[in-house]
């Protein structure tokens, strides 16, 4: 009698070497897209970077600190234009050979990254039993490929710093009501007046000693500063910050902001203000609103990322490396999608709705919108619908996510997380 044929074993998993293979070429091949993404950036050369050095320079020689200007091609002249508690900070590089500014300035960049990312995706991974590693690797690779790393990179910019004292801040700090809860928001306000709006966050979410601390920190660095370099300093807080004009040209594309957006409407005249502060402060309620909303329900992640688009988007200069916020968002997008209940209706078209933006979201901030264009050197209206949103893709992108980015259901395991990630 023939012996019956004998079936072959149930497969109840995926093989763990082909596994493995899939996720080490997928690796290979996101690191392998990086060199043409940043090959249009490495004409900066380091630019905004050699400016600080040359400018401290000039200051060590003696020289009033924001008499310092040099020409530019597209803006016409630049000159230093941080508080002078940046300046502090800055001013010990220029005894550095600038090759070993620009290799600490760029090591320090890519830790932040990896550190904020590590931060930003943890959590994700516990919630949702992901592969760790893998994930947080892909996701450091996405966040390097973003047009704000970038520029942020290949200009030898600071934002990497900045988002690294906020996020630790805000994300640990003042959710684990530690004492120090405040302090990194104080700093980045004192080193670039943007992350002026995250007090203003605290205040909105009711974290009275935070936001105190966070203001009197501020304060007590600016101080600081006042006491080393006093003329420097009054010079800066009585004119200089209100002298937008010394930052650059406000309708270049590369200011992706609410007043840039104006600007390159009524180019190459400058917009009226009182039609630019209506809308500023209409943007500016209802965002924080949100965040304060998003922060109340237990999203600490939601909130402080709708206040980082706040503040793009009603700062008159928002550069594309200030944009960092988009990140979080897509960070948040992608959890609220594996959050979604797929087995019913609403659920599977809350998932698509959410995937859709989330992919949608990182095309924009990877193509970018000044990385592989040509805007030109002299101011140029927007006269066409097309031609209006390629030119404003980022205002546009923050205003539709500040309408749009999901509150997450409350869950403390993703407060456990995150505290467990801080050590």
Do not use: C
Request: charge should be positive; glycine fraction near 8%.
């Amino acid at each position: 009698m023939p012996a019956e044929p004998v079936a072959p074993p149930a497969v109840t998993e995926d093989d763990p070497g082909g596994r493995t293979a899939r996720r080490l070429v997928t690796v290979v091949a996101l690191a392998a897209v990086l060199p043409a993404l940043y090959l249009p950036g490495l004409v900066h050369n380091f630019f905004d970077l050699k400016i600080y050095m040359r400018a401290m320079d000039w200051w060590a020689a003696g020289n009033p600190l924001y008499d310092y200007v040099q020409p530019d091609r597209v803006q016409g002249a630049l000159y230093f234009t941080y508080p002078p508690f940046a300046a502090l900070l800055l001013r010990p590089f220029a005894l550095l050979p600038l090759g070993a500014t620009i290799a600490i300035f760029t090591v320090l960049t890519v830790a932040g990254v990896v550190v904020t990312t590590r931060w930003l995706v943890l959590p994700v991974v516990r919630r949702h039993d992901l592969p760790r590693l893998f994930t947080v690797t892909v996701a450091v690779l996405l966040v390097l490929a973003v047009e704000s790393t970038r520029e942020t990179l290949t200009f030898g910019q600071i934002n990497m710093l900045l988002v690294v004292l906020i996020l630790g801040d805000l994300l640990f700090g003042v959710p684990q009501g530690r004492r120090w809860a405040g302090v990194g928001v104080g700093l980045a306000t004192a080193l670039k007046l943007f992350p002026g709006i995250f007090v203003l966050y605290l205040l909105a979410t009711r974290r009275w000693r935070a936001a105190a601390v966070a203001s009197v920190t501020a304060a007590l660095a600016t101080l600081l500063a006042a006491a080393v370099a006093p003329s420097d300093s009054w010079r800066f807080w009585t004119h200089e910050l209100w002298a937008t004009d010394r930052v650059g040209r406000t309708d270049y594309t590369g200011n992706q902001s609410l007043f840039g957006l104006l600007s390159r409407i009524t180019a190459p005249d400058k917009p009226s203000q009182l039609p630019w502060l209506l809308l500023a402060l209409l943007v500016a309620g209802y965002g924080l609103w949100r965040a304060a909303r998003a922060a109340r329900a237990g999203d600490a992640l939601a909130g402080l990322t709708l206040t980082g688009l706040v503040g793009g988007l009603v700062s008159p200069i928002t550069w594309t490396h200030h944009l960092y916020w988009f990140i979080p968002a897509v960070v948040v997008l992608v959890d609220a999608a594996l959050d979604a209940d797929r087995g019913t209706v609403a659920g599977a078209r809350r998932w698509r709705w959410l995937l859709v933006l989330a992919i949608g979201t990182g095309f924009v901030i990877v193509y970018g919108v000044v990385t592989f264009q040509d805007w030109g050197v002299a101011p140029a209206r927007t006269d066409n619908p097309g031609e209006f949103v390629t030119r404003n893709a980022y205002v546009l992108l923050s205003l539709l996510l500040l309408a749009v980015l999901p509150t997450r259901r409350p869950a403390p395991e993703r407060a456990d997380a995150a505290a467990g990630n801080l050590h």
